[in-house]
């Protein structure tokens, strides 16, 4: 397949005829792969090069150092996750080997004063530090560029569901969204019976904003019983669905399996791995008005998926 590419700051600048057939051709990839190139991001060159930088730092330091913020208990949603700590494939019900990664992992930057108590203690747990110089700003930069992607994006999405551009801004005021460092080790050896870097699974959430390391391989998408890899560009962003957003288009758009393969020899690989959620308390109701989908909360929604990958 020919992958398909997005470039976001066309589509803000575009006049109306234009801007309505990208947000035509944005609805078909929606509708038909879930995930896309996504260029004319605007983020910029610095704010990548200094989360990269830290994310390196971190993962080459030593077990010891990288378990010093290892999650304080079972369920506790940030910090370090080492080797053999989590398998994506159950999220969808098939039994696997953990995955072949370890991963850093960092919540919402600020904390609503009104915000529940249910959310303050899964979604707004404070995000456990490393220590390493430079680490946090670079984090917390990285993290807010996403955040504003995300919502430009998402406005994006409403225009190309033939709905006012700001739709989707009530749902997304303080969005409870979710950061991820993943370093992928080299595999020298063969893997488990159906081990993966990553097992085949959904994104949970409204969409996610992946950042692959230039270079890297081994991201793929499930196309008609294929697995198809998917390409890295220098200084593009992959996007893709996630289960949330398709449940809200009342699976008008795709959230599409995909997994990163494991085979011998492969070398170490990092990427980060940026998870939009809409508010805690957002009510995600199916925007055609039917009954494909009950309403549910974002954030009892969430919480459900995550406890459901553990190892």
Not at 68 to 87: R, S
Not at 137 to 160: C, G, N, P, Q, S
Not at 273 to 289: K, R, S, T
Request: charged share 20%.
């Amino acid at each position: 397949m020919t992958f398909p590419r997005f470039n976001l700051a066309a589509f803000e600048t575009a006049h109306q005829d234009a801007r309505h057939d990208m947000a035509r051709a944005l609805d078909h990839i929606c509708r038909d792969t879930g995930f896309l190139v996504l260029e004319g991001h605007g983020v910029a060159p610095d704010v990548i090069a200094d989360i990269w930088q830290a994310a390196e730092v971190f993962f080459a330091q030593n077990s010891r150092a990288k378990h010093a913020v290892a999650p304080p208990y079972q369920g506790y949603p940030y910090g370090y996750l080492g080797p053999d700590t989590e398998a994506l494939a159950r999220s969808k019900g098939e039994e696997t080997p953990p995955d072949l990664k370890e991963s850093f992992n960092g919540g919402p930057i600020k904390v609503p004063a009104d915000a529940c108590a249910d959310a303050m203690g899964f979604c707004y747990q404070p995000t456990l530090w490393p220590d390493v110089p430079g680490f946090r700003a670079a984090w917390e930069a990285y993290y807010a560029a996403m955040e504003d992607l995300a919502a430009r994006v998402m406005r994006a999405f409403a225009v190309a569901l033939a709905l006012p551009d700001d739709h989707f801004d009530p749902f997304i005021a303080n969005p409870i969204s979710a950061l991820r460092a993943l370093h992928y080790p080299a595999t020298l050896d063969v893997p488990l019976d159906k081990q993966q870097r990553a097992g085949a699974h959904t994104d949970y959430g409204s969409l996610t904003i992946l950042l692959p390391q230039p270079g890297g391989a081994g991201l793929q998408v499930q196309q008609d019983g294929a697995w198809v890899d998917v390409p890295t560009f220098e200084g593009a962003f992959v996007i893709n669905i996630g289960d949330l957003m398709a449940r809200w288009t009342a699976d008008r758009w795709v959230s599409t399996l995909h997994r990163v393969v494991a085979k011998p020899g492969q070398p170490a690989r990092q990427s980060l791995a940026f998870f939009h959620q809409p508010d805690w308390d957002a009510e995600i109701v199916p925007l055609d008005g039917s009954n494909a989908y009950p309403p549910v909360r974002s954030g009892p929604y969430l919480m459900g998926k995550f406890q459901a990958t553990g190892v």
